[in-house]
């Protein structure tokens, strides 16, 4: 094997790529349109545009990566995980145009492709599976009918989904068409096929997963668990290995019990078969995912094995040359996942990523597929990047966990950093009680900076007057010749706006010492180190360190303390913006939180609605977001038809409040 095509983008794309230069093996990276300048079209040794943004027309296109691989004389294709991670059909092209896959055998993956057929195959081997219904008739008369056996809370699930897509908790049968209604759409837009099965809904469950390796001469392998259990929307956000709920006796009866569902699907290469765990220590099946995790980092470092490596190995044909006993995990791994979204709605966030400063130190790794001034789109998942601790023990890896999210810097784009700080921090998580209720059970304080603190102000009001002085970090030094600005007796006034509130400081400076008036006081500050995005400043007897970019409007974005803050410098008032009246929300629009497809209106114009009430369902990233009302009103106008492609930004829906209707 002397090149390989990697099928996928992101961070999983460039991990690949580096095990790849590690063995000598010529990386090849496909790409969208969108992805044109992505981290891993740079580092790779060849790359092939496959077509525009959309993943239909790039990433899915298996004939076209074929053609690529093809024409770029690749002998091997790693599919990553995701797009077409898991479809057996071009893991079956890949073998008839004669290249290697680097994932397990078409059969394997059809075998487990959905979530029914792989618990009639978990039953068969006689590991337990929720109990349920799974049957071939998908009526709507006979789905209600098994719900209404089964009883509540129950889970609608899509047969082909993951990542939460598809998925639906119902806890009042009322309810239960409407659920069904948005888990078959949801599931019929992300994988084609919107076939579910039910099951009882666990209370207060851990999600423990297994991770197998399979080689092509029958030896399979557990390399113990992983516990993914704090997630939000049914997707997993903080993953660790080994779990805290597991003692090793019932580690070995579950791994043994992921050996015997691997046997059973003839699988090769990697793979992770996934329990649910009750709080009175019974696990059952869920499902086998036939591909590379992206929490596989945190097995990789409690094992010391390169699952990578590994998959690469099984491929090219090697025997697996480890024992179950030779099969140890050592110290503790945790992994949380960083998004480009907002930690309160989860709302995927879009844009330039103008300045991202990862952490550094011992026990710390980040498996990153974008660096500053890449993009984040509307296209693909928002992540960023996956940071993984490792820790003598799980005390250890908690600690360094909190400590390196504290120095995490991303600025330009709305982060989850707040949720996963926040999450961090708190008693329960310290103690190892998780589940997958964790987040509603525990309404995490996410503390979202307001008001700019006077440091970043005076950090702010030195790097407008001096955005790139000097180009390097070195120290500076009092120059006695440079001249002192002023403007009466003030000094120059320096202007920001940072969400509601206006700051605004004075500056006279003498080279590198500067006098800062803010509110009538006024602040004495030395300018230390200077770089193309750092600056150390003196305060008195205290240095602080801050980090800074611009973004494309020219906004100024300081990261300070773990805390990222955007300052605009406002432009003058014209003549109709003194003038322009304000005030109310009459007829106030509900605009787009990003860009995607109105999939359904729930209401008409002129129609009256009450505060909370559900108005439209926007599909976007592939997921259903609810807009509901605000407040109490009037539809006025619905300015997008069913179906309507829509911005960000743009107004989905006029709605003029109750009183003002009224005349109240």
């Known amino acids: 094997m002397q090149r390989m ?65 093809q024409a770029t004389g690749a002998e091997a294709i790693h599919p990553g995980y995701g797009f077409l991670a898991e479809n057996a059909a071009f893991a079956r092209m890949c073998r008839e145009a004669g290249l290697i896959f680097v994932g397990p055998p078409p059969e394997a993956i059809e075998a487990m492709g959905g979530k029914i057929g792989a618990r009639h195959l978990a039953t068969a081997a006689g590991v337990p599976v929720v109990p349920g219904y799974d049957g071939p008739d998908q009526s709507d008369e006979r789905l209600l009918a098994e719900a209404k056996r089964i009883g509540t809370p129950l889970l609608i699930k899509a047969s082909a989904g993951g990542g939460g897509k598809g998925m639906r908790v119902v806890t009042d049968l009322a309810g239960f068409t409407d659920a069904l209604a948005g888990a078959r759409r949801e599931s019929r837009a992300a994988f084609g096929d919107d076939a579910v099965l039910l099951e009882r809904l666990i209370v207060r469950p851990r999600h423990v997963e297994i991770q197998v390796l399979a080689d092509a001469y029958g030896t399979v392998l557990h390399l113990g668990e992983r516990e993914c259990s704090i997630q939000r929307r049914h997707q997993k956000i903080l993953e660790e290995a080994p779990s805290p709920a597991l003692s090793p006796a019932l580690r070995a009866t579950m791994g043994e019990a992921a050996v015997r569902v691997a046997r059973a699907a003839g699988y090769v290469n990697a793979g992770t078969v996934e329990f649910v765990l009750d709080p009175e220590g019974q696990f059952y099946f869920l499902e086998m995912n036939t591909r590379l995790q992206v929490e596989h980092p945190v097995t990789e470092l409690v094992t010391g094995l390169d699952l990578v490596r590994w998959q690469i190995a099984i491929a090219r044909g090697e025997p697996l040359t480890l024992t179950q006993s030779e099969i140890a995990m050592r110290g503790h791994a945790i992994e949380v996942r960083l998004y480009a979204e907002d930690p309160v709605s989860y709302l995927p966030a879009i844009g330039q990523l103008a300045l991202f400063a990862p952490p550094t130190g011992p026990g710390i790794r980040v498996d990153a597929g974008l660096s500053s001034g890449d993009e984040v789109t509307v296209h693909y998942d928002p992540m960023i990047a996956k940071l993984i601790v490792a820790g003598e023990d799980r005390t250890a890896a908690v600690e360094r966990l909190r400590a390196a999210l504290e120095s995490t810097v991303v600025l330009g784009l709305t982060t989850n950093l707040a949720l996963l700080r926040a999450l961090a921090a708190h008693p329960a998580f310290a103690t190892g009680a998780t589940h997958t209720g964790f987040l509603s059970d525990y309404p995490l304080e996410i503390e979202q900076p307001a008001e700019p603190p006077l440091e970043v102000v005076l950090a702010g009001a030195i790097l407008a007057q001096h955005p790139s002085q000097p180009t390097s970090a070195t120290p500076l030094r009092h120059d006695p010749f440079a001249l002192h600005w ?103 629009g509900l605009t787009a939180p990003m860009p995607g497809t109105l999939i359904k209106l729930l209401v008409s114009e002129g129609e009256q609605v009450a505060e909370g009430q559900a108005l439209m369902i926007l599909e976007a990233m592939k997921m259903e977001h609810t807009v509901v009302a605000p407040y109490s009103g009037i539809v006025r106008r619905l300015p997008f038809a069913q179906g309507a492609s829509v911005t960000g930004g743009v107004n989905l829906i006029e709605l003029e409040a109750e009183e003002d209707a009224t005349g109240a």
């Open 486 to 588: 002023r403007m009466g007796n003030a000094g120059v006034p320096v202007r920001f706006q940072s969400g509601d509130h206006a700051l605004v400081a004075y500056t006279q400076h003498r080279g590198n010492d500067w006098t800062i008036s803010v509110q009538g006081t006024s602040h004495p500050v030395r300018r230390v180190i200077q770089g193309a995005t750092e600056c150390v400043l003196e305060f008195g007897e205290k240095f602080e360190r801050f980090l800074f970019a611009h973004d494309h409007s020219g906004n100024l974005l300081i990261g300070w303390r773990g805390n990222s803050y955007r300052l605009t410098q406002p432009a003058p008032l014209s003549a109709d913006s003194a003038t322009r009246p304000g005030g109310g929300h009459d007829a106030a």
């Open 5 to 69: 095509l990697i099928a996928n983008r992101g961070e999983i794309a460039v991990r690949i790529l580096r095990a790849c230069r590690e063995l000598g093996i010529s990386p090849v990276a496909v790409y969208s349109e969108a992805d044109a300048s992505a981290m891993h079209v740079r580092l790779a040794d060849a790359a092939v545009c496959l077509g525009p943004p959309a993943a239909t027309q790039s990433y899915l296109r298996g004939e076209a990566i074929i053609a690529a691989a």
